[in-house]
């Protein structure tokens, strides 16, 4: 089976700062590893993926995310915050791409001018 | 390109009566999963169709089906809806289950309140 941690239901960070958002997984078999952003009353975007290529995994809109199979973790970080980030964030795992996803409980980002 | 579609947008039904929910995949994806966010969660597998054959299910009851139509469209019936069923419900579609560099594209979901 499969499960997926987020630490922290909500984080608040001011606009310029670092955005850090934990995952932690896991998993019997090498997982995939997904990061989604949803926007109110909208679907899931998927930000990106990590499916055993680089353990840096670069996304859109400037996030990334590591991938460390010592500490079963895939952080999802972001340099410089805007406003516009300001979201629901889920971590999500997967033991095929395609196949079903397991998602955390989302982590809420806002964004303080 | 077009995108993932479902429909209705909104939905309200009170407790045991049937719901349908329908979804539209991405161009060029013959896959499609379900799945159930109740407010303030993240989203929960219900099913997977691929080739029209229910390819996975996750913990819910049979009173939630589906079907998967030639043109690869997809159905979410809930027979006997109760009050926890209240919640957006969201489709993703895909390629095949099981190419390396795949990923589920996700319409934007039906919210479903049961009074």
């Known amino acids: 089976a499969q499960s997926v941690t987020q630490l922290g239901s909500h984080v608040s960070v001011s606009e310029g700062a670092l955005v850090l958002l934990r995952c932690n997984y896991s998993s019997s078999v090498p997982p995939y590893l997904f990061w989604y952003v949803q926007y109110p009353n909208q679907g899931l975007q998927l930000l990106l993926k990590?499916?055993?290529?680089?353990?840096l995994v670069k996304g859109i809109n400037g996030f990334e995310a590591e991938f460390k199979k010592s500490e079963t973790s895939f952080h999802l970080t972001k340099p410089s915050a805007h406003m516009s980030d300001a979201a629901e964030y889920f971590c999500a795992v997967s033991d095929n791409a395609g196949n079903m996803l397991t998602f955390g409980g989302g982590t809420r980002l806002m964004v303080k001018p | 390109e077009t995108g993932v579609t479902q429909s209705p947008t909104h939905l309200i039904k009170t407790r045991g009566q049937q719901v349908t929910l329908r979804c539209s995949s991405q161009s060029g994806h013959n896959t499609v999963s379900w799945y159930q966010q109740a407010l303030g969660q993240g989203p929960q597998f219900i099913f997977q169709?691929?080739?029209?054959?229910?390819?996975g299910r996750g913990n819910f009851p049979p009173r939630f089906s589906g079907l998967q139509f030639p043109n690869y469209s997809s159905e979410l019936n809930v027979n006997a809806l109760e009050l926890d069923d209240s919640a957006l419900y969201l489709c993703?579609?895909?390629?095949?289950?099981?190419?390396?560099?795949?990923?589920?594209?996700f319409g934007p979901g039906t919210r479903l309140t049961v009074l």
């Open positions: 993703a579609s895909s390629l095949p289950p099981g190419q390396r560099y795949n990923e589920q594209f």
């Open positions: 169709y691929y080739r029209e054959e229910e390819n």
């Open positions: 990590y499916t055993s290529a680089a353990t």
